[in-house]
């Protein structure tokens, strides 16, 4: 019989894509101060789209925590490519962390840092050399205890709008 508190690490399948569209959303909306409204709804259904696409592909990869059979927290992992680079990186295939999200409440007990060292894991077994992110406060230590440092060159945005 398995302890009520014990917590099950597993990959996410496309069974779970509407809990990671749901997480992504709760991750979102915190991280913004985001209250749900009709734009919530089109990001929905665009995440909805993605993920049916992007997991059966290889191009998404997540792990999941669950706790009493309930997702606690998830992870992901855009696997993509761009022309070779120096340094490692001649495939140019890259992986793009992301959705990390602890619900409240199960926050502080590693659970985020597990699912880092899963992806991790899930990237060495798929060739990548190189893993890149953006770290909101509360996740900058965990990534940088990990090892993560800033980049060479600064990331810079261009809003197209």
Not at 24 to 43: C, K, P, S, W
Not at 93 to 98: H, S
């Amino acid at each position: 019989m398995r302890n009520a508190k014990e917590i099950v690490y597993r990959r996410a399948t496309l069974n779970d894509a509407s809990l990671l569209v749901d997480y992504r959303i709760r991750f979102l909306n915190e991280l913004y101060g985001q209250v749900e409204n009709d734009e919530t709804a089109v990001v929905r259904e665009s995440l909805a789209r993605y993920f049916q696409k992007a997991i059966p592909s290889g191009d998404f990869v997540a792990w999941v925590a669950e706790m009493d059979g309930r997702l606690v927290a998830t992870s992901g992992m855009v696997v993509w490519q761009k022309p070779a680079i120096y340094g490692g990186v001649e495939s140019g295939k890259l992986g793009y962390l992301m959705d990390f999200y602890t619900i409240p409440g199960t926050r502080k007990k590693g659970i985020a840092t597990r699912l880092l060292e899963e992806l991790i894991k899930e990237a060495r077994s798929l060739g990548l050399r190189y893993l890149h992110l953006h770290a909101s406060k509360y996740g900058e230590p965990i990534y940088r205890k990990a090892g993560f440092t800033e980049p060479h060159l600064p990331e810079l945005e261009l809003r197209l709008e």
